[in-house]
């Protein structure tokens, strides 16, 4: 029985192996050849509209990938609620991001060398390097899902109160380092959230602090200013206080300060385990910027459907 069980298990990681393999940057250089510059064109135009665009496409393609894999099934809609962007932990995703994929579809199937050859997933994952990072090679190659549940979300995505360990231990089920968690976080550096996901720090912390000690106080008193008790649930603030329209490090050099907004942020500075790692990619803007192109490069291997698994969705919201 152990045999049989090793065996299956070799045989699982040749075939995840095989499926991260089948990617290829050269996926459409037969069937869509201009298929890059068509969805950077169609971002660009998005992103000059509203900067909302950046963080909220890059939190998509995090969101799809840790849920099913990256294949596009957080883009899918349901009439009865049930799809997974339907679930708390995925409502609050902006819906710029969900329309940068829409008109970047559209854009690349306005061309007929390219019409219904192009996967939503791809799309996405390519919409995801046009936010302002480094730039990288994309691996393209992925099919869309056909399935998207809103109990499929459950426990899939970290909480912005989550420790190292819960945070080392859901990037460890999709094989991504400690490293790479920490590299992926820096994308905090855009964006924002809303004052729910953190007024526990700045107002019932526990019953001796009001304040989370772990939290520069000066950020604390900024934080209450603008996110009062019985704020408007709508309220959102930048998670980067510093350059918060610029991907780079400041929010690592933020966390040496206690200016991490959540929990899960501020952590990889306290926990000496990780801290290192915040230090170096404090120190250097390079070093980030060359671990992060690593992890979401893997990020994107994630579950992917390749060869004649799923499909190639005609509308990112529906299957066909």
Same mark, same amino acid.
């Given at each position: 029985?152990?045999?049989? $069980? @090793?065996?299956?298990?070799? /045989?699982?990681?040749?075939?995840? &192996?095989?499926? #991260?393999?089948?990617?290829? =940057?050269?996926?459409?250089?037969?069937?869509?050849?201009?298929?890059?510059?068509?969805?950077?064109?169609?971002?660009?135009?998005?992103?000059?509209?509203?900067?909302?665009?950046?963080?909220?496409?890059?939190?998509?393609?995090?969101?799809?990938?840790?849920?099913?894999?990256?294949?596009?099934?957080?883009?899918?809609?349901?009439?009865?609620?049930?799809?997974?962007?339907?679930?708390?932990?995925?409502? $609050? @995703?902006?819906?710029?991001? /969900?329309?940068?994929?829409?008109? &970047?579809?559209? #854009?690349?199937?306005?061309? =007929?060398?390219?019409?219904?050859?192009?996967?939503?997933?791809?799309?996405?994952?390519?919409?995801?390097?046009?936010?302002?990072?480094?730039?990288?090679?994309?691996?393209?190659?992925?099919?869309?899902?056909?399935?998207?549940?809103?109990?499929?979300?459950?426990?899939?995505?970290?909480?912005?109160?989550?420790?190292?360990?819960?945070?080392?231990?859901?990037?460890?089920?999709?094989?991504?380092?400690?490293?790479?968690?920490?590299?992926?976080?820096?994308?905090?550096?855009?964006?924002?959230?809303?004052?729910?996901?953190?007024?526990?720090?700045?107002?019932?912390?526990?019953?001796?602090?009001?304040?989370?000690?772990?939290?520069?106080?000066?950020?604390?008193?900024?934080?209450?200013?603008?996110?009062?008790?019985?704020?408007?649930?709508?309220?959102?603030?930048?998670?980067?206080?510093?350059?918060?329209?610029?991907?780079?490090?400041?929010?690592?050099?933020?966390?040496?300060?206690?200016?991490?907004?959540?929990?899960?942020?501020?952590?990889?500075?306290?926990?000496?385990?990780?801290?290192?790692?915040?230090?170096?990619?404090?120190?250097?803007?390079?070093?980030?910027?060359?671990?992060?192109?690593?992890?979401?490069?893997?990020?994107?291997?994630?579950?992917?459907?390749?060869?004649?698994?799923?499909?190639?969705?005609?509308?990112?919201?529906?299957?066909?």
């Amino acid at each position: 029985m152990a045999k049989r $069980s @090793l065996v299956f298990f070799s /045989f699982l990681l040749l075939a995840l &192996a095989a499926s #991260a393999q089948r990617l290829s =940057p050269n996926f459409y250089r037969k069937t869509c050849p201009n298929l890059e510059s068509i969805v950077r064109t169609a971002v660009q135009n998005k992103f000059q509209q509203t900067f909302v665009t950046a963080p909220g496409t890059l939190r998509l393609f995090f969101h799809d990938c840790f849920v099913r894999g990256c294949d596009a099934s957080v883009m899918l809609a349901s009439t009865n609620g049930n799809a997974e962007k339907d679930h708390p932990d995925d409502i $609050s @995703l902006a819906g710029d991001g /969900f329309d940068t994929v829409i008109k &970047a579809k559209a #854009a690349v199937d306005s061309n =007929p060398q390219c019409r219904n050859k192009v996967s939503c997933a791809d799309i996405l994952a390519l919409a995801t390097k046009e936010t302002g990072g480094p730039s990288y090679t994309v691996e393209l190659g992925r099919r869309d899902g056909r399935i998207s549940t809103k109990a499929s979300v459950q426990g899939q995505l970290p909480h912005p109160t989550f420790n190292l360990d819960q945070l080392n231990s859901m990037f460890a089920r999709h094989g991504l380092s400690q490293t790479d968690m920490i590299a992926l976080s820096g994308a905090h550096t855009l964006g924002f959230s809303h004052c729910g996901r953190f007024s526990n720090r700045i107002f019932n912390f526990s019953p001796r602090n009001q304040i989370d000690p772990t939290l520069n106080f000066q950020y604390a008193m900024q934080l209450r200013q603008m996110c009062p008790r019985n704020v408007d649930p709508r309220i959102a603030i930048n998670m980067d206080p510093t350059t918060p329209r610029t991907f780079d490090n400041a929010y690592f050099k933020n966390l040496q300060q206690g200016m991490g907004l959540f929990t899960s942020d501020q952590i990889l500075f306290t926990d000496r385990r990780s801290r290192g790692t915040v230090n170096l990619f404090a120190s250097s803007n390079s070093a980030f910027q060359q671990a992060f192109v690593s992890a979401i490069t893997k990020l994107g291997r994630v579950g992917v459907l390749t060869g004649n698994q799923g499909e190639i969705r005609r509308d990112c919201t529906r299957p066909n």
